[in-house]
Structures are given as C-alpha cells and as structure tokens.
C-alpha cells in the first residue's frame, strides 16, 4: 500500500481526467447536462488542487446522474439516487485518507487491516447474490468491471483503501446500533471478533476453448464473535 499511494498523489491531470471521465461515462443519463463542470470539479480533486465538497458534488451530479438505477431511503423520508449519495459521500473520505495516509491509514492496527479484507470478501459475496438481478439490467451490468483474481490483485490497494478510510475516519454505526456487528471495525480493533480464512483451487466442470476447466478460488471464511460464528463461501475466478 505504500508502493501504491505515492505514485497516486502524484497523478496528472491528464491522467486523472481521463479516469475521471470512463468513470462518470457510466454512471451519466440518456439525457444529462453539465458534464463539463462535474469532469473538472473531480479532476481538481482527484489532483488534490482543491478540497471536496459533498454539496457541491451533489448539485454537480444531479444533472448529469439523471436517471440512476439504484435509489436510496435518506432518514428523513427524503429517496435519492444511490450513485450520487456514493459520490458525494466516499470521495471526500478517500480523498482524506490519501492525504493523511501516513497518520490515519498506516498506523492502523494489524486487526483492523484484517477485518478490511474479510469485509471485502463479505461484500463480495453479497454482491454475488446480487448478481442474477444485476445482469438483468443494462445499466448496472454494464457498470462493473469484469472480476477476476487477477483484477483483484490488481486494484486490491483501492479496494483496501475504503474500508481503511471509514475505519480511520470512525464513520461506522455504534455497535448496539449496527445491522451488522460482526463486521465492525471498532469489535476489530478491540480483538472481539476474530476470522479464519481457508482458500483452496477449485476446478469447475466448465471448459475453456483450448478444452481446460475453468478454475476458481473456493473462500471459506469463518467470523467468530460474542462466541458465535458466522461463515460465508465467496468464489473468485481465476482468470
């Protein structure tokens, strides 16, 4: 991770506005506005010339995330699009992080790093339960890139960075009041919850075209807290 994030601080602008631009692609409606000012906002910050923030990401994205798939229930009643609750909320966040790394993300305790791996494999598996309804819609299935082992190699620092960033950041429930408090990081940190991961090679009856079985990775992951166990098997190809 520290080989990671000193080559990403330094990105350029054209660089940045290139990744800035594949990613608003796919998240902009049929009948979008204003998409030049929401490439240069996010440039600027993806560059670190300019600080965040989530208001003006929000009145920047509603024009051009005009039609998103996935709608939110605020606390007040008030229903919005996920995609720019996400935007607007993560990107500060990792934005901070990247700045503050050595302070906030490095000195994390090794228990926390743990818990963000097991809760990226968590997601992962809730995504694939997901999926069937994902596929069925062009806008989401379109969205996601394909998921293999290697591209998890590949883009694991990203990926690590926002869990690591809301651990940091403590912008997780209380316990008492988490939906899910086997996966706190505070119950991490505290060494309250534990895991076991066992990864075997799987082979599945599926052929390639040179005739050889498509292989995956089996995980089986085991979370034992308050003396209970929770366990979940989610499967990455090997491709």
Known sequence: MDTWVAPVRKTTTDTERREV???????????????????????????????????????????????????????????????????????????EAFRHYEEQIARLPEAVWEWARVFLLYMQRL?????????????LANRYRRLTAYSMIWDSCYDLLTPLSIAAQKLFPEEKSDPIPFLNPQVWQEERASSTTQITLVHSPVLLPDGSHVAYLHNSVRIVYQEKAHAFTPDLPFL
Not at 48 to 74: C, G, H, N, Q
Not at 129 to 138: H, V
């Open 127 to 139: 995504a694939q339960k997901e999926q069937p309804g994902l596929a069925s819609n062009p806008r």
């Open 21 to 95: 631009r594949r990613a608003v692609e796919k998240l902009q409606g049929a009948s979008y506005a204003g998409k030049r000012a929401l490439l240069d906002e996010l440039t600027h910050i993806g560059t670190f010339d300019k600080e965040p923030d989530a208001e003006l990401l929000r009145y920047l994205l509603e024009p051009v995330v005009t039609d998103a798939p996935i709608r939110l229930s605020m606390n007040n009643g008030e229903i919005r699009s996920g995609d720019i609750e996400m935007i607007a909320r993560m990107h500060p966040v990792r934005l």
